[in-house]
Each structure stands twice: as structure tokens, then as C-alpha cells.
Nanobody
Framework: QVQLVESGGGLVQPGGSLRLSCAAS????????MGWYRQAPGKQRELVAT???????SYRSSVKGRFTISRDNAKNTVYLQMNSLKAEDTAVYYC???????????????WGQGTQVTVSS
């Protein structure tokens, strides 16, 4: 069984910063890409940022220059540093990992439970 557990969400004022963390645990054989999605009320879930096992990153245009994704492969953990936060960043943030668990021959997507980020004065 593989689990992803997120932490670090909360309430922050516009212009502020937050750092999200997501740790994968369980019977993990290998992790490929990891990343973050978000979903605002009444909107579809959207991809925010991804990072490959080799450290290559990509971002949606609206967060480029403000958000930074990173990972610690030794800890099976992915991070999202969010700076210069705006009200439109308010959403539930979900981490995901493309993971091959022990005893399996293929990779599949695993998801965290979500963490609320609210940007408001």
C-alpha cells in the first residue's frame, strides 16, 4: 500500500508565502514524476507543477516565477514553495506521484488527500 500525505496549507495574506510538502510512504519500489494539482471551488482540477525523477520541472504559466517545485528522492518527498501568493491561488492543492509499488510491474498515479490554501486579507 502506498500513501501520499500532504502538509503545509493554511491561510495567508496576498503577497505572502507558503510551503507545501508531500511525503510518499509504503511499499514503494520506484517513483517517477511527482507534482501538484489544485482545484478551486466551482472549477476543474488543474496542473500546477511537475518534477521528474531527474529534476526537470514544468509549471503552469500563471505560477511561473512565483512557485518552485522540488523533491528529495531520499525522503520520497515533493515540495511546492509558493511566493507572492494571490487570491486566485486559493484552492485545495493535491500532490500526486507516478509510483511503482513493490510487487508490481507498472507505474500508476497515487494522490494525496488535499490541503487547503486560502489567500485572503
Amino acid at each position: 500500500q502506498v500513501q501520499l500525505v500532504e502538509s503545509g496549507g493554511g491561510l495567508v495574506q496576498p503577497g505572502g508565502s507558503l510551503r507545501l510538502s508531500c511525503a510518499a510512504s509504503g511499499n514503494i519500489f520506484s517513483i517517477n514524476a511527482m507534482g501538484w494539482y489544485r482545484q478551486a471551488p466551482g472549477k476543474q482540477r488543474e496542473l500546477v507543477a511537475t518534477i521528474t525523477s531527474g529534476g526537470n520541472t514544468s509549471y503552469r504559466s500563471s505560477v511561473k516565477g512565483r512557485f518552485t517545485i522540488s523533491r528529495d528522492n531520499a525522503k520520497n518527498t515533493v515540495y511546492l514553495q509558493m511566493n507572492s501568493l494571490k487570491a486566485e491561488d486559493t484552492a485545495v492543492y493535491y500532490c500526486y506521484g507516478v509510483i511503482r509499488d513493490s510487487g508490481s510491474n507498472y507505474y500508476r498515479n497515487y494522490w494525496g488527500q488535499g490541503t487547503q490554501v486560502t489567500v485572503s486579507s
